[in-house]
């Protein structure tokens, strides 16, 4: 006796294409992913991944879409474009204004150009106690610690992905030169190779 089921056989995955797969890896990506992740993902070669995040960048620019495929961080990643931040703006913030103090751009501008650095450090750069700002830096996920310095043992301050990620920076080598800016009389201490 021939047992018979009446199951139909198993759809196969449909085919998506390259473009509209890196579309929704990337719609749903909460940080920039690498060409190598997105490649291996797809079981793609990395240049034909490569090119295809160039076109579709190029192709939303040409369009002039609201929204723009850049590379940051080392990935890619879906923003808004600029010309439409103040609409993006009143609608994320909704009149309620989350914008870092003076205080802690002025760390975060210290961690970014001497890191990685110790409270201390930056205190004293600062002329000012800044360990509750760095707490509120570390909290916000922009500054993170980074170990030991060996003579002191303090721990150590850098600058995260999300940093990068939020300046629209490919690497910390895209921050602007400060020295132009400097006063002429700032003691050498303060000045490393034309970066505060």
């Keep these: 006796m021939t047992v018979t089921t009446d199951r139909p056989e198993p759809e196969a995955e449909p085919q998506v294409g390259l473009r509209a797969a890196l579309e929704a890896i ?6 920039p992913v690498t ?3 997105l490649a291996q993902l797809l079981e793609r070669p990395v240049p034909e991944v490569a090119a295809a995040l160039r076109e579709l960048s190029d192709e939303y620019t040409a369009q002039g879409r609201g929204f723009d ?3 940051v961080a080392g990935g890619w990643r879906f923003y808004t474009r600029d ?20 205080a802690a751009l ?14 201390a ?11 509750g700002v760095m ?13 030991r310095d060996p003579e002191t043992q303090a721990h150590l301050y850098r600058t995260t992905g999300y940093f990068l990620e939020r300046l629209g ?4 080598d895209e921050l602007p030169e400060l020295a132009p800016y400097l006063p002429e009389d700032l003691p050498e201490d303060i000045i490393e190779d034309g970066r505060a």
């Design 69 to 71: 495929l850049r590379q």
């Design 121 to 131: 450090k930056v205190s004293a750069i600062r002329g000012v106690n800044s360990d």
């Design 106 to 119: 002025e760390t975060l501008a210290v961690v970014a150009y001497r890191q990685p650095v110790s409270r």
């Design 35 to 37: 060409e190598v992740a």
């Design 135 to 147: 707490r509120t830096l570390t909290l916000r996920g922009l500054i993170e610690e980074a170990g």
């Design 169 to 172: 920076l490919r690497s910390l």
């Design 83 to 102: 010309t439409c931040a103040p609409v993006v703006e009143r609608y994320v913030t909704d009149g309620q204004q989350a914008r870092l103090t003076t």
């Design 26 to 31: 990337l719609l749903v990506a909460d940080e």
